[in-house]
Structures are given as C-alpha cells and as structure tokens.
C-alpha cells in the first residue's frame, strides 16, 4: 500500500486527463469527476460512473444534472506499492470510467486496456 497527499493524487487524476485523446476530450459534456476515499457501497471498487452513457440518450436529454465520475483515492492507494504504480492506476481508471461515459462495455474497456 501507498499513500500519497491528496494534492499529488489530483495531479495523478490530472494527468491521466491530459492523457487522454482529444476526440474524447471534446465530447465529454456535463460530467464532473470528483476524489473520494471510497466508495461507501462497496469500498473496494477503484472508480464509479453515475450518469447517462451518451449511448442511451435521447435528443431530448437536457435539464439534467451533470454526469459524476467518482475516482476513490484510498481503494487505489491499497492496492498499490509505489507511486509509480498509483499513478498508471489512476490512469486505467480514470480512463475506463470514462469509457463508460461514451457507452463502452466491460469487455471492451478490457480490450483497450482501461479494464
């Protein structure tokens, strides 16, 4: 397990943003990502997706509160040894919750390497 202050996890979750490729980028809309501890439900997932994938919208879909992708700070620290590793995983998460914005399936995610 690593831990790490809450500002260098913000970078981490920062950088794997920049990571990303610019035709996502410019599509995501109304989605905040937000850091917790964990997740209070099930405090061993490392990422959740709360929303509407843009799959499953209708071209009426307005008026309704943004989208959240929670990424949980100490889930990801327990797994990992280094910071090193904190940050790829930050990055597959942050990346495969992002994933399930655009609609993209489990098993697909796992393909791309965001599993």
């Known amino acids: 397990m690593i831990s790490v202050s809450e500002e260098r996890f913000d970078e981490m979750v ?11 980028a410019r599509r995501l809309r109304n989605v905040v990502i937000l850091v917790r501890d964990h997740n209070e439900d099930d405090p061993t997932i490392l990422g959740l997706y709360e929303g509407v994938a843009l799959t499953e919208r209708t071209h009426d879909h307005t008026g309704f509160l943004p989208d959240a992708i929670f990424i949980y700070k100490k889930a990801l620290e327990a797994i990992c ?17 992002i994933g399930h914005y655009f609609g993209i399936e489990e098993d697909q995610l796992h393909l791309l390497g965001w599993g």
């Open 14 to 24: 920062d950088d794997a943003l920049d990571k990303l490729p610019d035709e996502f």
């Open 81 to 97: 040894h280094s910071e090193e590793q904190l940050a790829h995983e930050v990055e597959v998460t942050v990346f495969h919750e």
